[in-house]
C-alpha cells in the first residue's frame, strides 16, 4: 500500500516526507511499547502509535520502518520532526482510534507481517 | 585488515539522545555495503543496550568492532550490575520504572531482544560495579 493511500484513508494530518507519499509499505504494526516493536516489527512497515517521544522516531530508523502514524490526534514535537526529516521518516497524525485506523487499513488489504 | 572502531559514550542524563551512537553506526555500516539484514540486527541489539545503559546504569561506553566477516559491540557500564541474570533473560522481566514503562520500554525485552538478534552474547556483571556485555553478529 502506498504512504499516500494510509494518508487519505486515516484522513491524517502530515508532518514529514511529502515526497515520499509513493513509496510502499509492505505491512502494518501497532503498539505503544517500543520494545515489541523492536521485537515484532517486519522491514518497510507503517507503525501505528499513540505514543509520542523521540524514542518513537530512533526506534523506527532501527527497525527501517517508512511511516509513522499517530493516532487519536497525537501530534508529534518540533524535535521528533526534525528527527524524522533527517532519517527520511514520514510522519502523520489521525484523530481516529488506534483499533478504528488498524480496521480501516486492514480492510483496505494492507496486511499484518505474521499473516 | 584490521577491524574499524568505533567509540562512543552514552549519557544518562537525556533519554531523547538514547539511540544516537546506533544510528551512527547502522549509517557506518550502510555506507560500508554490509546486507541489510545484519545492519537491523546490529543496529537493534545495540539500541537496546544503549536503552538499557541510560535507563538502568546511568551510561556507558560502547565499543565496535567492525571486520569484514563479524561486527562485534561490546558496552561497559559502571551500574548496578545485574543480580539475576537468568530472570533479566526471561522475556517480559523487568526492574525497570514506571516513569522508563510510560516512555515505552522496560518491557522486559531489551535483553531477550539482544539475544534474539545476535549470533553471539556474553555478559559479565557484578552487583555494585557494572555490566559488560558483548555481542556479536556473523556477516
Known amino acids: ?115 | 585488515m584490521e577491524p574499524m572502531i568505533l567509540e562512543y559514550t552514552v549519557s544518562a542524563d537525556d533519554f531523547s539522545g538514547a539511540g544516537e551512537a546506533s544510528g551512527d553506526v547502522k549509517k557506518t555500516l550502510k555506507s560500508l555495503g554490509f546486507p541489510p539484514e545484519v545492519i537491523r540486527r546490529v543496529s537493534v541489539a545495540m539500541y537496546e543496550a544503549e536503552i538499557n545503559m541510560v535507563i538502568h546504569a546511568r551510561g556507558g561506553k560502547i565499543t565496535v568492532e567492525i571486520s569484514p566477516d563479524e561486527i562485534r559491540v561490546c558496552c561497559e557500564d559502571v551500574g548496578p550490575g545485574i543480580p539475576d541474570i537468568d530472570l533479566a533473560m526471561q522475556e517480559g522481566w523487568s526492574t525497570a520504572s514506571d516513569k522508563v514503562r510510560g516512555l515505552g520500554f522496560g518491557a522486559g525485552m531489551g535483553l531477550p531482544n539482544i539475544k534474539k538478534y545476535t549470533d553471539y552474547l556474553d555478559i559479565k556483571t557484578v552487583v555494585g560495579q557494572g555490566t559488560t556485555l558483548t555481542m556479536s553478529v556473523a556477516v
Open chain 1, 1 to 115: 500500500m502506498k504512504i499516500r493511500e494510509i494518508s487519505q484513508l486515516l484522513d491524517a494530518k502530515l508532518y514529514t516526507g511529502e515526497e515520499m507519499l509513493d513509496r510502499e509499505v509492505h505491512n502494518g504494526f501497532s503498539c505503544d511499547l517500543m520494545s515489541d516493536v523492536l521485537a515484532y516489527a517486519e522491514n518497510e512497515a507503517v507503525l501505528l502509535t499513540g505514543l509520542v517521544n523521540p524514542q518513537v522516531i530512533r526506534t523506527a530508523e532501527m527497525m527501517d520502518i517508512v511511516c509513522l502514524v499517530f493516532v487519536r490526534g497525537k501530534e508529534p514535537t518540533e524535535a521528533m520532526i526534525k528527527l524524522a526529516e533527517e532519517r527520511s521518516i514520514v510522519i502523520m497524525s489521525t484523530d481516529k482510534r488506534m483499533f478504528t485506523s488498524c480496521g480501516i487499513l486492514h480492510d483496505a488489504g494492507l496486511k499484518s507481517g505474521d499473516e
